[in-house]
Structure formats: C-alpha cells, structure tokens
C-alpha cells in the first residue's frame, strides 16, 4: 500500500537519533515502572502540535474518540520537554511561548500522574518543575513551598477548575484544556475565559470525537477520525496498548462495525429537563427539618407524570378523569403555577429566592410543549415501524406510568395507525406491582383502551424515590 504523504510530514520515516521521539525512546519513559512506548498515533499528534505552535494557529482543538486518556496530560510533557530541551542546548527555535505552560482540567490530578512518570531515573515531577495553581493565584510545588506564579516565567502549572478562575497576575504562554474532563459546556467556556484573561499565547483544546469548540475562538481543529486512525494503522503500523498516557490502544485492533444507530434529540425538551432536574436536585440538597412545600412536591410529581408519558398529556388527562384516578397533569400544573412560597424562611426561604422561580418556569414550559403533541410520539412511532418491518411477530413492551397512560397511548395509536391499529393486537401484560407494560404481538383479541385500562396496576415508583 501507498505510503500516505501528510504521515510521512508528520513521522518521518528516516527519524533523527537526535530527534526527540527518539531520545526518550533510548531512556525508557515508565508508567509505574511499566515501559510506555509512544505509538505512530502518539507522535503524529504531538509532531502535528509542535507544527500548528510554530505557526499563526493560536487555537488548536484535538478531537479524540471518547474514553478515559491523559492526552492532555502527555501534551504537557511534551511542551515543557521540548522547551527545557531547547533552554539546556541552545539549538532550534522552540515553538512554544514564552510563560508557563498550563493544565486545566476538572480534578485531572496532573500532580498525581508525573509523580508516577519518569524518563530513565529521573521522576518527571521533579524534572519538569510541577506546580499546582492555588485558589488564591498562588502556585504550590511538590514540597509544598508557596510562590508567585510570576516567579516561575518557565514552569508547568496545573489548574482544578472546580477552584474556579483565581487570578495569577501574571501572563501564561500555552494553556492545555482537557475538556474531556468536563462534565459540561459551562467548565468548559470557564476554561477558555480563564486562558483570554491570562493573555494565552496559545491555546491547545483535548476533546472527545465529534464536540465542536462552540466559541468565537478561530480554532483549527485536527479530529483523529476512523478513516484517519485506518491510514496511521496501515501506514506505520500498531504498538501494544500501555495504559492511559498513550493513544496505542485505538491502533491495537481494528474496531469491530458497530451497528447503525439513529440518534433522536429534541433539543427544547432537553433543555427544560435539564434546568427541572438541576431543581429538583437542588430541593433534595435543603437540609430542614421541615416537610417540603407543597408547591415543591408538585412539580416532582408533575415531572415523574411528564418525562414518563409517551402521547399527549391533554389526552391523558383526560383518561385520568374518565377513570378517576389521583390528580392529573392538570391539577398539578395549577399547583405549581399558583405556587410562590411566600412567607417562607430559612433554607425553603433560599431556595425560594435562588431555585425556584427557574425550576416553576422550566417544568410549566415542559407541561405547555407536551400538552397537545409529545416529541417522544414520533419516536414512537418510528419504533413500532421499525418493530414491524425487523421484528415481525416479536413483542414489543412499552412501559407507562398509570392505567389512564396506557389507555391514552393506545387510543393515540388507534388514531395514528388508524385500520393498521388492529394488526398490533395490544395486550396487557402483568407485571409488578410498581409499574406496568403494554405490549403488541401475535396475541389473540383486540383490546379496547376500557380493556386495556382496567389492566393496569398504577405505578408507585417515582423518578426521585
């Protein structure tokens, strides 16, 4: 096979000895004392790097496929190598910056990692001058002497964001964020404003496969996808996986044809889940002795009744009221609404002034979008196509909240399915006492929702227990 032209750019098939690939090779780098051989993808990405540093790209973004790695970890390294290698000799131009080079990450625990590296003898921690950046913007060293950070122009800082955005006062050179790390976008858009107001040089982004930076950063972007990681493999070969430090792992064996999958996001429907949860989590964290607020409660239950529901809520309503059965979408609804926990105090007083104007909005907004037509319908929908053009003849259990769901669900169907309704032969199936599922297969009969509602046992378990 043809050699592929940009891998021969970025690991030359002649290598230097010098070269420092190379160099590290011959002194053994370990991992907890096991040898750590950095593979073709490995240096393909720190050679693309270095390149992108040496040049007007300010802004790089990494993509990798998701799992647990210390890329951004060895990215570091790498920086701050290469720039004490070109301090102690004197030789080419370094491309990186001027100012200390930064980790940030979310409890990346850099400290921790270098303390289990070494290159021959000598333990990395020690060798490349590890720093840990303080909540005050004062940086601590492994013996736990406190100094400025201006005091260390060419030292390797590492950041907790959960400490926030302290200030060091000083400028930095190159900030390294493992975005990985993050849990959400917010850590995320934190890092990149803690970097503009350190006046970063450049910017080097560690992210999983398919995540876009999302800033008005000019980002030049570098995503190591299938195709690609196939020509490095075919190319240059596969090295033995070593653990997290290195990317040999996704070279080792040729990933196995995943299924198709069909991905479908309702991006509104996510948001206000999102933002109810963040409340209701939030309610669960008020200590007190005092029961929970009426309108509280509500909009726990309403949100149970909502995120469970397959069809239209009006609809199902209106099957709750036919059968009689506990308060419905409804009622809870006007609950919430008219609930504004005045005269409350203490804790419950908080949260009245900080959650929960955010959380009565979000699930009265879900309770409006969900009321005449559910996003989850037409997922439904496509299911039960699917079902019947792959799976003929095998059931297929929908699990609902309540009698009165069931019944609005099949009444739904009925209307969408219309003459085809009758093929799916909906059947009740028993189940335990805490919940119940509908299913359509080749049983016999025809179930009415009157007889499929009767059916059911009501379902106890909530979503927050």
Not at 17 to 41: I, K, N, S
Request: glycine content about 10%; charged content about 20%; overall charge positive.
């Amino acid at each position: 096979m043809a050699r592929v032209t940009y891998l021969d750019c970025l690991v030359p098939p002649d290598a230097d000895p010098a070269d420092f690939f190379e160099r590290v090779q011959a002194l053994r780098m370990t991992d907890r004392g096991r040898t750590v051989d950095l593979g073709p993808l490995d240096r393909a990405t720190l050679t693309l790097l270095s390149h992108a540093l040496s040049s007007d790209q300010r802004s790089v973004y990494l993509s990798l496929p998701c799992g647990r790695h210390d890329m951004a970890v060895l990215i570091g390294i790498y920086l701050q190598l290469i720039r004490r290698g070109a301090e102690l000799t004197g030789g080419s131009p370094c491309p990186v910056p001027d100012g200390p080079v930064v980790i940030v990450g979310l409890r990346t625990n850099v400290t921790v990692r270098l303390a289990q590296l070494a290159i021959g003898r000598q333990n990395l921690s020690r060798a490349l001058r590890m720093q840990r950046i303080r909540g005050d913007g004062r940086v601590v060293d492994l013996q736990g002497k406190i100094t400025r950070a201006v005091d260390s122009p060419s030292g390797l800082f590492y950041l907790n964001t959960a400490l926030g955005r302290p200030s060091l006062g000083t400028s930095v050179g190159t900030v390294v964020i493992d975005r990985t790390s993050m849990a959400n976008d917010q850590s995320w858009e934190r890092a990149l404003a803690w970097a503009s107001e350190h006046d970063a040089a450049r910017v080097v982004a560690v992210a999983d496969l398919g995540t876009q930076p999302g800033s008005s950063r000019a980002w030049t972007q570098w995503p190591w996808t299938p195709a690609l990681r196939t020509d490095v493999r075919h190319t240059l070969g596969h090295r033995p996986a070593y653990g997290p430090l290195t990317s040999n792992a996704l070279l080792a064996h040729r990933p196995a044809a995943a299924p198709s999958v069909a991905v479908y996001r309702h991006e509104q429907l996510a948001e206000l889940y999102r933002t109810v949860v963040m409340g209701v989590v939030a309610a669960r964290r008020v200590h007190t002795l005092e029961p929970w607020p009426q309108p509280i409660a509500d909009a726990v239950r309403l949100l149970n009744l909502l995120w469970s529901s397959w069809g239209s809520i009006g609809r199902q309503d209106a099957w709750q009221v036919l059968m009689g059965r506990g308060s419905g979408a409804r009622a809870l609804a006007r609950s919430v609404s008219r609930g504004t926990l005045e005269g409350r105090a203490g804790p419950w007083g908080l949260f009245r002034e900080t959650q929960w104007p955010d959380l009565r909005r979000a699930v009265l907004d879900l309770y409006e979008l969900l009321y005449d037509g559910n996003p989850r319908w037409d997922l439904l929908l496509a299911l039960i196509d699917w079902a019947r053009a792959d799976r003929a003849g095998v059931p297929v259990l929908v699990r609902t909240r309540s009698r009165s769901a069931a019944a609005a669900v099949a009444e739904e169907l009925a209307d969408a399915l219309g003459g085809d309704a009758d093929s799916l032969l909906l059947a009740p199936r028993p189940g335990p006492a805490a919940g119940g599922y509908w299913s359509w297969g080749p049983d016999p009969g025809v179930w009415t929702p009157e007889r499929l509602g009767s059916c059911w046992s009501r379902r106890t378990e909530s979503l927050w227990g």
